[in-house]
């Protein structure tokens, strides 16, 4: 008994000195890399996740590994972030995505911090803001239609094609109750005809289906679903790219509307926070300033985004002359809700 005492005391003795030794050692690990954690900003983005990773893999490269990047589609990216500014605090000390309704909005609330890119002189003047916020890119709402289904006279040339009695029950675009791109669509089409909801009326009477998100009108296009439909140029124009890289055909379709393409900026911000400390400050425009580089101007062009700089091409396959229809923002933003609201009555 005595013995098994000894052992028992032993062995408790070795133990206690390994926890100390594993204890020192891990202490130890942690102080030798101390700024693992030190200067990191959050970011949260919509956008391919092809584009986000090589976007701050190229950043990191330079600067550390200082971004903890949040990819979310841009509906959600509004409502989280408009969420957060209720709540108290934004939690991103970025925020790139989803369209100008969101930021003007944020702008008068007082949300966003006031930074100016120190290559803002890059960036074409119908580009330019006098808002807490800096476009980084555009996309066009387009015409989307299946080719193999439509061709020859029957190919959509203008918006109001969408409403021929040929195409009842086969357009779709997505529901701007859940994505924030297609409230910036819905309320571009309310603008472009004259601010009337009778175009919006003869659309849903002619059976337009919402889809959940941006992403489904061309997948739905494209697998057969419907035969037309409203959305962002750049999906089309990623998914026919992927056929081609991949060896298949694709019957995805863009047609460049009559009445002109809807322009959809996509800005970027940072979030005012007054306990953010200088380090991470510092990050936080950094890479503001990079998001408008030609370096990663050129990565985003190169997922079919226009870009906002005088030195970057237009991507492969858009059109140098189109009519850009642009509204003002600023305005439409103060109605958001009401042009949301008003949709929603007439698509029930």
């Known amino acids: 008994m005595v013995q098994n005492r000894k052992n028992l005391a032993l062995v408790v003795s070795i133990l206690v000195m390994l926890t100390t030794f594993v204890y020192a050692q891990g202490t130890k690990e942690e102080t030798a890399f101390p700024t693992k954690k030190t200067g990191r900003i959050t970011v949260y983005a919509s956008g391919p996740s092809g584009m986000l990773d090589k976007l701050e893999e190229i950043f990191e490269k330079e600067h550390g590994d200082v971004i903890d990047t949040v990819q979310m589609g841009c509906g959600p990216l509004r409502q989280r972030v408009w969420t ?7 939690k991103a000390d970025v925020f790139w995505g ?7 909005a944020l702008d008068k609330k007082g949300a966003l911090d006031g930074y100016v890119p120190t290559n803002i002189a890059d960036v074409k003047d119908t580009f330019l803001t006098t808002k807490n916020y800096t476009l980084v890119n555009e996309r066009y709402g387009v015409i989307i239609y299946n080719g193999e289904k439509l061709q020859g006279d029957r190919v959509p040339r203008s918006y109001l094609d969408l409403l021929s009695p040929t195409l009842r029950n086969k357009v779709t675009h997505s529901d701007p109750a859940q994505s924030s791109t297609a409230l910036a669509i819905v309320a571009s089409l309310w603008d472009m005809f004259d601010r009337d909801w009778g175009y919006q009326k003869a659309l849903v009477e002619n059976g337009l289906f919402l889809s959940r998100k941006n992403s489904d009108v061309p997948s739905k296009i494209q697998e057969g679903e419907f035969d037309a439909g409203i959305a962002p140029h750049d999906e089309v124009m990623r998914l026919q790219k992927k056929a081609k890289q991949e060896g298949y055909p694709t019957p995805l379709m863009i047609s460049w509307p009559e009445e002109g393409v809807l322009a959809i900026q996509r800005p970027v911000a940072i979030s005012k926070n007054p306990s953010r400390s200088q380090e ?25 985004f226009i870009s906002v700089r005088k030195d970057v091409p237009l991507p492969q396959g858009v059109p140098a002359t189109l009519t850009v229809k642009k509204v003002n923002w600023d305005e439409l933003s103060e109605m958001q809700d009401t042009i949301r609201d008003e949709f929603t009555k007439i698509s029930q």
């Open 280 to 304: 991470m400050q510092h990050v936080a425009e950094e890479f503001v300033n990079f998001l408008i580089s030609k370096q990663a101007q050129i990565v985003t062009v190169n997922f079919s």
């Open 84 to 90: 957060e500014m209720q709540s108290g605090s934004i």
């Open 98 to 104: 989803s369209d100008p309704l969101l930021f003007d």
